[in-house]
């Protein structure tokens, strides 16, 4: 069965602070992966496709790549608008997305 | 606004009751998905459907029903209430059956079951 799975559950950054937030699959032959933003009570905003192993996007102050195995989303020097939660999903027919990971970035 | 449209914003029903949730794609889409969130859960997936025909069935539970109208637009429709029915239901579209350059999810529908 499809897993997407995302660590850590939550995230509290000091605004600057760099960090990283992983998803991984445990699914094989991987066609690729969707980073999502989503705001309390919103829905959520896509951010990036990334569709093989090595793949790297960006948009601000997040990246994102992707290995064989799991997808890393990259926050450099964060402001607390980013505060969000953080959901990864898996590029294929199952529409599974990940638990997310909720990101709280103090001023 | 993302271009996909779902109404109401907000519903609050009975347990027992019947309710219907709209949803218009953005333009030009023809897939349209269904996903539930539940207080502090993640989005689970109910179903999709594509050019009025339905793709795909996620967790579904058999008291909801969805379909697609030749316009495109969406309705699901959740009935005999429970409680635990209470969630935000989001509504997604994407240009092709399998979404593969991503969805574009509406605002939500809050349903509060009392």
């Known amino acids: 069965e499809d897993q997407v799975t995302q660590s850590p559950e939550a995230l509290r950054l000091q605004e600057g602070e760099s960090s990283s937030l992983n998803c991984s699959y445990t699914?094989?032959?991987?066609?690729?992966l969707f980073w999502y933003r989503q705001d309390p009570g919103k829905g959520p905003e896509f951010l990036f496709t990334?569709?093989?192993a090595g793949e790297e996007k960006e948009k601000e102050r997040l990246k994102a790549t992707l290995t064989k195995k799991e997808s890393f989303l990259h926050i450099t020097a964060p402001k607390p608008e980013d505060s969000a939660t953080y959901l990864c999903?898996?590029?294929?027919?199952?529409?599974?997305f990940g638990p997310g990971t909720r990101l709280s970035v103090l001023p | 606004d993302s271009g996909v449209t779902q109404t109401p914003k907000h519903l609050i029903t009975a347990t027992g009751q019947r309710v219907t949730l709209r949803c218009s794609p953005r333009?030009?889409?023809?897939?349209v998905y269904w996903y539930q969130q539940s207080l502090d859960q993640g989005l689970q997936f109910l179903i999709q459907?594509?050019?009025?025909?339905?793709?795909a069935k996620g967790n579904i539970l058999e008291r909801f029903s969805a379909q697609q109208f030749p316009d495109l637009h969406s309705e699901l429709n959740l009935s005999s209430l429970e409680l635990g029915d209470s969630a935000l239901y989001f509504c997604?579209?994407?240009?092709?059956?399998?979404?593969?350059?991503?969805?574009?999810f509406g605002s939500g529908t809050r349903l509060t079951v009392v």
């Open positions: 997604a579209s994407s240009g092709n059956y399998r979404g593969s350059y991503g969805y574009t």
């Open positions: 699914v094989s032959g991987l066609r690729g």
């Open positions: 990334l569709y093989s």
């Open positions: 999903s898996r590029r294929g027919q199952n529409f599974v």
């Open positions: 333009s030009g889409d023809l897939s």
């Open positions: 459907y594509y050019n009025g025909e339905e793709r």
